[in-house]
């Protein structure tokens, strides 16, 4: 580069008044790749003798700030995937448990007032289950009727008071292992930040002693 730049030199000077003609994309072309032998010279040289590009500390400043959001981005993503698949698999479970719940009781309601006739008859006709105390025969008095009401209403209000206190258990277990998840998570969080935040803290500082060992290195290659 320097050799031809002379030899331009000393031509411009033997002849300064000599003109050339030449056009827009000429001149273009000669700049640039004026500009990126420069560059390339430039690249080769620091290869040669193993430096570093040197940033400035407001470089230095947006590299961090840019992996930083970068990292908090993919947390953020991981975190919402991680939230949004528990949060199905519970809806699955409680939509399970529903449904099998629902389907003893329709089995029990079935057997309790129904019996399939599969003696005499076509197709096996539904008549009702012949249960202790399911009419009102003529022996019964009003007293032993009311008694039997009372007794029926009492077992339904225990049974709907059972599968309420199953309901409320199931909903503070859901409760417990969602608070416990949301806390699994926070912690998790904060130690990949915190991990992540020393990585960075680190990077830099090795950065900054490759730099002050690169500018040691050239200064000493300088001397020699």
């Known amino acids: 580069m320097t050799e031809r730049f002379q030899i331009v030199t000393n031509s411009f000077n033997a002849n300064p008044r000599v003109t050339f003609k030449t056009d827009h994309r000429h001149a273009k072309d000669r700049f640039q790749l004026f500009a990126k032998s420069i560059v390339a010279l430039d690249k080769k ?10 940033l400035t500390p407001m470089e230095l400043l947006l590299v961090d700030v840019v992996e930083e959001m970068n990292g908090f981005n993919e947390r953020t993503a991981a975190e919402r995937k991680e939230r949004t698949a528990a949060e199905e698999e519970w809806m699955k479970n409680g939509e399970q448990v529903r449904r099998l719940a629902m389907a003893t009781r329709g089995e029990c309601t079935t057997a309790s007032t129904l019996t399939t006739s599969n003696g005499s008859g076509v197709g096996g006709l539904m008549e009702p289950c012949p249960t202790r105390r399911r009419g009102r025969p003529e022996d019964f008095d009003d007293a032993e009727f009311v008694s039997v009401l009372e007794t029926s209403d009492k077992r339904k209000q225990d049974m709907a008071a059972r599968e309420l206190v199953l309901r409320e258990k199931q909903l503070a277990h859901d409760e417990a292992a969602l608070a416990e998840a949301r806390l699994r998570r926070e912690e998790e969080s904060r130690a990949r930040v915190e991990q992540e935040t020393r990585s960075a803290m680190d990077a830099a500082a090795a950065r900054q002693t490759n730099l002050a060992l690169a500018r040691i290195w050239s200064g000493c290659r300088s001397r020699w």
Do not use: M
Not at 45 to 54: I, L, S
């Open 45 to 54: 040289r620091a290869t040669k003798c193993a430096t570093e590009e040197v």
